[in-house]
């Protein structure tokens, strides 16, 4: 996908110093709800592995992490990542992040909206979740434009770092074929 601002490219090797830098530059709004991928992305480094191990969960149909990148900078912006993805289900659950100049723009939405549709067309997945803490109103709100409804309440579904298990809001879009 491409517009006038913005474009969706995978993830690549070359990426790692936007990569590291959009994660630093972020990391207040990052670290409750991905302490994960901000902890593996803390210099150019660390970046350049976490890459190498998303392109083989690529390969091997495990995951796909997707860039939102500038059209004049190429800089990152926005991570987009389909992860535990059950094949035999065909499910798959969205996790996303987005840089806070540029949160509030429809952006997400749009984002969500065409890997949606990819993750139905191309990769054949019938349920596609996206799961949040309710004090997350941005992600919600992406959640619903995205076309996604509310299904139910995970009772302890979250363990963030040194921090009591939260529930989170389950939100499902089913394919339409």
Known sequence: MHNKSFYISNLELSDAPHLHKFMMDNVKRFVSYLPYTLAKNLNVEASEAYIIAQQQKREHKHEYTFTLKDVTTNAIFALVILKDIDWLKKIGEFAYCIDKHK?????????????????????????????????????I?????????????????YAPPNAPTQDMELYELQCKR
């Not at 709100?141 to 579904?157: I, Q, R």
Request: glycine letters at 4%.
């Open 141 to 157: 709100k992406v959640a619903k434009k995205a076309g996604f409804t509310w299904t139910k309440t995970l009772k302890n579904e």
């Open 103 to 139: 949160e509030n723009k429809g952006i997400m939405s749009l984002a969500i909206t065409k890997f949606s549709q990819y993750a139905f067309t191309k990769l054949q997945l019938n349920t596609l979740h996206i799961i949040s803490h309710k004090s997350n109103i941005a992600s």
